[in-house]
């Protein structure tokens, strides 16, 4: 399990301007739709943009804190 915090934290530390909303989707704090917008995702293909978004996710899922993940992702326009 993994709170709405420390879930934001872990996307920042690799997209750190990224405007991150969760949304804990069985109450179970392992199943969220992630709303991901960065300027990092400039110029990036959508897949290119949920891959950078799951690496930074990684040891979350790899270790079962994080069981399902809802992306979105999004450019975040100056």
Excluded: C, W
């Excluded at 392992?30 to 990092?40: E, L, P």
């Excluded at 943009?49 to 994080?66: E, P, T």
């Amino acid at each position: 399990m993994i709170d709405n915090h420390a879930l934001t934290e872990l996307i920042r530390a690799s997209l750190p301007d990224a405007a991150v909303e969760i949304f804990d989707r069985t109450g179970t704090h392992d199943h969220f739709n992630v709303n991901v917008r960065s300027a990092a995702f400039a110029g990036k293909t959508l897949i290119e943009q949920h891959q950078m978004v799951y690496r930074a996710l990684g040891a979350a899922l790899k270790d079962g804190r994080v069981h399902a993940v809802e992306l979105k992702t999004q450019e975040l326009e100056s």
